[in-house]
Structures are given as structure tokens and as C-alpha cells.
């Protein structure tokens, strides 16, 4: 997922439903927690939230819960007041007062401590933040989005999460397909990427991508989503010596070289029916005629099964009782298959 002036550039169902849900929910005045794997867009659809709201005109103000020490992270929130701890000089504003009368995107909720979240629950409840070493109140008010690639339930479940402050925080949930299901979007995303990497090094047209290319790109799995394929593209076409010609080369991994140090080099692959090196992570695919060489029979056969469910999910718009029609299965059948493969949201 990618933007041009705040738009959005994909066309399967699957994308399509995620952002029209967090279109309708953006008018709305409620917390609204986005949810997917990395480089799906989550800052993105964080983003849109805001400028869809009648905050627009206010601050949007984001937090990586996942970037500061643990002992910062209450500070950064809720600020601090002068001598509140060793190396606080001066008074601070936290994240909190920053968005006040706007919104405070908060990436990478599941690593908050247990603290925080206490703190943060009281914010979210009353509307008000305390700085550290004060014991006066400060009114905030402050739309909450956060993002994460946790499954929360999992760990209110395991005690690494509060169930009040998921309670708070889940009004709606916007959940984010993987590129993987996206049906199509790889080859729209490629081009609209190549496309302007081509402008950025001054070519004189954009010569599309090789068959070779293409049909790599279609295998690959992704598994660092949007943000890698842009990578991928973008160095696809930087390294290509010819503009004239079509972009024929792709090389997922950029630190693959015959001069590795330290462990055995993986050979550049163009497609993945090329032979993979032994210690080349595997790639699995729902089109069996694409799976590379299997070294563990139960991972494989668990992956392939996941990759399965994932697409029929997308493309039944993740309505349950479509894709287990789609996969001749009982609705039970399919519950017990998702849970066990941790796809229940």
C-alpha cells in the first residue's frame, strides 16, 4: 500500500474492504485499532482516519511504543515535569497534550509495559494525563489510534495485555490483508513503483517489467508486504542497465553475493523455479508446481494450508460462511482450521 497525496493505490477486495472500513469509521469520534503484518500500510490507514475525521485541522501526532526504552515510554506519553527523574532538566509536554484536540497514532501497541497500559487505560477512561512528578491532572482530548502486528486477545489471554484497556481500544478494528492475498495488487503496485523510480532517474519511458520479473514477483510470498516491494522494485530498476528494454532481473534479498562472509551464499534466484542454495529461507506457494525443494513435510504442509485459508478468506471478503463453501467445508470445520492456524479476528 502506498500513497500519492494521501490516495491509495491497489484494486483488490480484499484492500478495498479494509479501507472503506476505516473511511466509515474515521467521521467517528472512537479509538480505533489497526491491525496487520509489517509493511502493510498501518501508518497509512492511520493517516486517513485523521484526515477523514473532523480533526483534520488538529495535530496527528504518532508514537513507536517499539522505539523507546521501557523506562522512557511513560515520559514520552504523559511527559514529565523538571527534576522528575535524573536528566529531566526542564518541564516536557507529553504525546498526549502534543494531540490535544487531534489524534495520537500509537504503532506497535503490543510492546507497551503493563505500567503504560495502566497509565494509558486512565487517559483513555477520563480524558486526562498526569506528567511524571506532578500530581496535577491535565485535560486531553484526544482521539486514539493504534496499530500492531500482535493479536491481542492471544495476549490478554497469556497476561501481557489489559482486557479493560483492549476493551477501550477496539470499537473497531481495521485489519490489514497481507500483499500475499491482495489478488492483482502485486503487479499494479510493481508498475505504479517502477513507473516512478524510472522518472526519478530521468528515463525516457517506463519499459514494464520482463516475464522473467513478473512471474517472480507473483510467486514470492512477501513476507515484508508493500514496504518490501516497493525495495524490491525500485532497486530492480536502478540496477537495470537498459531503459530501452523491459526490467528483466529481480533480486528479493539484496544482501545475496558470492562474498557473503560468515555463512554460505544463497545464488541470486530470478524466479523461484530457479534451485534454491540450502540456506535460502524456502518460499511456499498455493501453486504447488512453484514449491521449492522441502526439507520439513509438517512446516510445509502447515504453511501451504495457511496460504490456502488466507486467499479463500480475501477473496470470500472474509466472510466465513463464504469461504466455507468456497473450500467445501463445514462452518465448524473452518472455525477449528482458522483457530488452529491463528486467523480468528
Given at each position: 500500500m502506498e500513497r500519492d497525496s494521501h490516495q491509495f493505490i491497489g484494486q483488490s477486495s480484499a484492500f478495498l474492504d479494509a479501507v472503506e472500513r476505516a473511511s466509515r469509521a474515521a467521521p467517528l469520534n472512537r479509538p480505533v485499532l489497526v491491525v496487520g503484518e509489517r509493511g502493510t500500510g498501518k501508518e497509512l490507514i492511520a493517516e486517513r482516519l485523521h484526515r477523514l475525521s473532523s480533526r483534520w485541522d488538529g495535530p496527528l501526532v504518532t508514537m513507536n511504543c517499539a522505539a523507546l526504552?521501557?523506562?522512557?515510554?511513560?515520559?514520552?506519553?504523559?511527559?514529565?515535569?523538571?527534576?522528575?527523574?535524573?536528566?529531566?532538566?526542564?518541564?516536557r509536554e507529553g504525546r498526549f497534550e502534543e494531540a490535544d484536540g487531534g489524534t495520537l497514532f500509537l504503532d506497535e501497541l503490543g510492546t507497551l509495559s503493563m505500567g503504560a497500559q495502566e497509565r494509558l487505560l486512565r487517559a483513555v477512561e477520563y480524558g486526562e494525563v498526569t506528567r511524571i512528578g506532578s500530581s496535577r491532572p491535565v485535560r486531553v482530548d484526544v482521539r486514539i489510534v493504534a496499530a500492531t502486528n500482535e493479536h491481542l486477545p492471544n495476549m490478554v489471554e497469556a497476561g501481557r495485555f489489559r482486557a479493560d484497556l483492549l476493551d477501550r481500544l477496539?470499537?473497531?478494528?481495521?485489519?490489514?490483508?497481507?500483499?500475499?492475498?491482495?489478488?492483482?495488487?502485486?503487479?499494479?503496485?510493481?508498475?505504479?513503483?517502477?513507473?516512478?523510480?524510472?522518472?526519478?532517474?530521468?528515463?525516457?519511458?517506463?519499459?514494464?517489467?520482463?516475464?522473467?520479473?513478473?512471474?517472480?514477483?507473483?510467486?514470492?510470498?512477501?513476507?515484508?508486504?508493500?514496504?518490501?516491494?516497493?525495495?524490491?522494485?525500485?532497486?530492480?530498476?536502478?540496477?537495470?542497465?537498459?531503459?530501452?528494454?523491459?526490467?528483466?532481473?529481480?533480486?528479493?534479498d539484496p544482501f545475496d553475493s558470492p562474498w557473503r562472509t560468515g555463512i554460505a551464499a544463497a545464488a541470486p534466484t530470478n524466479a523461484p523455479t530457479s534451485k534454491d542454495n540450502e540456506t535460502a529461507e524456502p518460499r511456499y506457494s498455493t501453486d504447488l508446481s512453484q514449491m521449492?525443494?522441502?526439507?520439513?513435510?509438517?512446516?510445509?504442509?502447515?504453511?501451504?494450508?495457511?496460504?490456502?485459508?488466507?486467499?479463500?478468506?480475501?477473496?470470500?471478503?472474509?466472510?466465513?460462511?463464504?469461504?466455507?463453501?468456497?473450500?467445501?467445508?463445514?462452518?465448524?470445520?473452518?472455525?477449528?482450521?482458522l483457530k488452529k492456524h491463528d486467523l480468528l479476528g
Open positions: 526504552p521501557e523506562t522512557l515510554i511513560e515520559a514520552e506519553l504523559f511527559g514529565h515535569e523538571a527534576g522528575a527523574f535524573t536528566g529531566a532538566t526542564r518541564s477496539c470499537f473497531e478494528v481495521v485489519t490489514l490483508p497481507p500483499l500475499r492475498v491482495r489478488e492483482g495488487d502485486v503487479e499494479v503496485l510493481s508498475d505504479y513503483f517502477g513507473r516512478r523510480m524510472a522518472a526519478e532517474l530521468g528515463w525516457d519511458g517506463w519499459p514494464g517489467f520482463g516475464e522473467l520479473a513478473r512471474r517472480a514477483m507473483d510467486n514470492h510470498l512477501w513476507p515484508g508486504n508493500v514496504r518490501e516491494l516497493r525495495n524490491v522494485v525500485e532497486r530492480a530498476v536502478y540496477r537495470w542497465a537498459d531503459p530501452g528494454q523491459p526490467v528483466d532481473y529481480i533480486q528479493f521449492v525443494d522441502v526439507s520439513d513435510f509438517r512446516e510445509a504442509t502447515e504453511k501451504y494450508e495457511k496460504a490456502v485459508l488466507e486467499q479463500a478468506l480475501a477473496k470470500c471478503r472474509y466472510n466465513q460462511r463464504q469461504t466455507a463453501k468456497a473450500l467445501n467445508l463445514s462452518y465448524d470445520q473452518l472455525r477449528h482450521t
